[in-house]
């Protein structure tokens, strides 16, 4: 059995309802109408012995996608699972309420041409630095975000956030690769220099940033803090 990330026809994909797969509820139109790339989960699928393509996880996604009247959707596909490991995943998904991790995905598209997750892997490598899902100090988590940093803002800004945050680090000590520091500094970036964003940083201590960012009243969105923190210097 093995994986990775592929761009899938959504014309070829299939639900299999006789075996394991529960009905279509009317989510799928909601999340259509309501659909923001950026919240977007990645679907698992199977690829049986026969080549066909079957939903595992992410059914309603992958009807608000043909409801979008979409051509094609990057997917999870494992290879190799019989239909009682189809059911087996789809039950232990669903029990556990767990999708697949933005770095599960991560590590299983980052060397597949083509794909978001190897864009990141670029910025990662043109920054210097390791992703990682634990503390250790000075490597970027939360992928989820840099991922969506990447889609709106493009390589070279993901690349520009990486390295204010990897010079940050003899300040920050590691706390400013999680995530709400992280979407805070690249909304500064969009409006301040490298240094002044820097500033910023070593100006405010962490509880104060952590108060300003989920607390500030006046602030209708947290990463709006630090960028009137940085037009303010």
Request: hydrophobic share 35%.
């Amino acid at each position: 059995m093995n994986r990775r990330l592929e761009i899938l026809n959504l014309a070829e994909i299939q639900i299999d309802r006789e075996n394991y797969q529960r009905s279509l509820g009317k989510s799928y139109k909601r999340i259509a109408a309501n659909f923001d790339e950026l919240l977007f989960h990645t679907p698992v699928v199977s690829r049986r012995a026969d080549g066909t393509l079957w939903v595992v996880d992410g059914q309603h996604r992958i009807y608000a996608e043909k409801e979008r009247l979409s051509e094609t959707v990057e997917c999870l596909v494992y290879t190799g699972l019989t239909i009682d490991e189809e059911k087996r995943m789809f039950s232990q998904q669903n029990l556990n309420k767990r999708s697949i991790t933005p770095y599960e995905a991560y590590q299983a598209g980052k060397d597949l041409t083509g794909t978001q997750h190897n864009l990141l892997k670029q910025a990662f490598e043109a920054a210097g630095v390791i992703p990682s899902t634990d503390k250790k100090e000075g490597a970027p988590r939360c992928i989820g975000d840099y991922l969506d940093i990447l889609r709106v803002y493009g390589l070279p800004h993901t690349v520009r956030l990486l390295k204010v945050m990897k010079r940050s680090q003899n300040k920050a000590k590691g706390d400013f690769y999680i995530s709400m520091y992280t979407l805070a500094i690249s909304k500064a970036l969009r409006n301040g220099t490298d240094n002044q964003v820097l500033a910023a940083i070593n100006e405010y201590p962490l509880q104060t940033w952590h108060t300003l960012c989920y607390t500030d009243p006046a602030a209708k969105e947290r990463n709006l803090v630090l960028k009137e923190i940085t037009l303010r210097r």
